[in-house]
């Protein structure tokens, strides 16, 4: 049995997914902004339902990582209105270093 893989976003669609995703989600909790942020590539099946294998890209130091995770997160409020995430029992990930090569400029003549 083959798994699908989804074609990856333009730069375009990936920002227009994410405005659609953050109008969607609410994130009670900061984000550190000094932090540096994963690029997302594109997104595999897993072959199990309510999961898939998001491929990420660490431009600090070049290494892509696979995070196997599931496609929703569970969360709820406690009594003092803190943010609880409820536990999943699937997820892992996998990380290795790549050699990225810089395009050769063209020469003009």
């Known amino acids: 049995m083959k798994h699908q893989v989804q074609p990856l976003q333009s730069r375009t669609d990936q920002k227009k997914n ?31 339902p309510n999961a898939g294998i998001y491929k990420l890209f660490d431009e600090t130091d070049n290494t892509v990582c696979y995070v196997l995770m599931p496609n929703s997160l569970e969360t709820k409020r406690e009594n003092g209105g803190e943010l609880t995430y409820n536990s999943n029992t699937i997820g892992s990930i996998s990380c290795v270093r790549i050699d990225v090569q810089q395009p050769k400029a063209k020469s003009r003549r």
């Open 18 to 48: 994410l405005a659609e995703s953050k109008q969607v989600q609410e994130y009670p909790v900061q984000v550190e902004p000094f932090l540096p942020r994963m690029k997302p590539m594109g997104k595999f099946s897993a072959g199990v």
